[in-house]
Every structure is written in C-alpha cells, then in structure tokens.
C-alpha cells in the first residue's frame, strides 16, 4: 500500500513552465510503476507518461500530446515522482494526477493507488 501527495500546481501563463511532485509514503516506489494523467471537466482522464522503472533501470512512453514538452522522473531518495511541464498551452489546463501500479499500462483502471490531484491552468 502506498499513499501519494501531490504538490506544484497553479497558474501559468502560455509558454511557461510547472513541475508536478509526487511524494509517496508507505511503501517506496520502487516497488510501484508510475504514471500522470490528466483529466479536463466533461472529458476522459487522459494518459500523459508513465515510468516503468528507477532512474537506472526504467523507461517511460508519453503521449503524443505532450512529448517533447512533458518528462517523468523520479527520486527514490525522496520516495518522489515528477512531472516536469514545458512550453505549456491553454489546452493542458486540466486537473493533474499521479498513480501507482503493479503493471505498466496506459490505462487509468490499471492503476490502484492516485494523489488527491491538482489544479493546473494555462492563461492565454
């Protein structure tokens, strides 16, 4: 079990940049596959990246929407997982989301344990 808190949301203007914390408790993160989703009122929680493994080991797949633009990280130091947000447009304003799994999947059901989400608005 693993309970994951999240930080770093707000607002920004068009062409600025965010980055999303995640800080986990309970049980390391090492033992979980990571992803961010997104999800804007009245439309689907939407994949934005996922990190299979630590930084030595693992390998992340983002959407089409946000590559280039978008990085996942994370610090098993800190127990933290990061969402680095770049060259933002107005259409990435949407609430912001993090999650833990046990298997590396780009579907939001696949994973058991989300952060409470953010707030995440780009001015235009």
């Known amino acids: 079990q693993v309970q994951l808190v999240e930080s770093g949301g707000g607002l920004v203007q068009v062409g600025g940049s965010l980055r999303l914390s995640c800080a986990a408790s309970?049980?390391?993160?090492?033992?979980?596959?990571m992803g961010w989703f997104r999800q804007a009122p009245g439309k689907e929680r939407e994949f934005l990246a996922r990190?299979?493994?630590?930084?030595?080991?693992?390998?992340?797949f983002y959407a089409d929407s946000v590559k280039g633009r978008f990085t996942i990280s994370r610090d098993n130091a800190k127990n933290t997982v990061y969402l680095q947000m770049n060259s933002l447009k107005p259409e990435d304003t949407a609430v912001y989301y993090c999650?833990?799994?046990?298997?590396?999947?780009?579907?939001?059901?696949?994973?058991?344990?989300w952060g409470q989400g953010t707030q995440v608005t780009v001015s235009s």
């Open positions: 990190m299979d493994w630590d930084y030595t080991g693992g390998n992340t």
């Open positions: 309970g049980r390391t993160l090492s033992s979980y596959f």
């Open positions: 999650a833990a799994g046990l298997v590396p999947t780009m579907t939001s059901s696949s994973y058991r344990y």
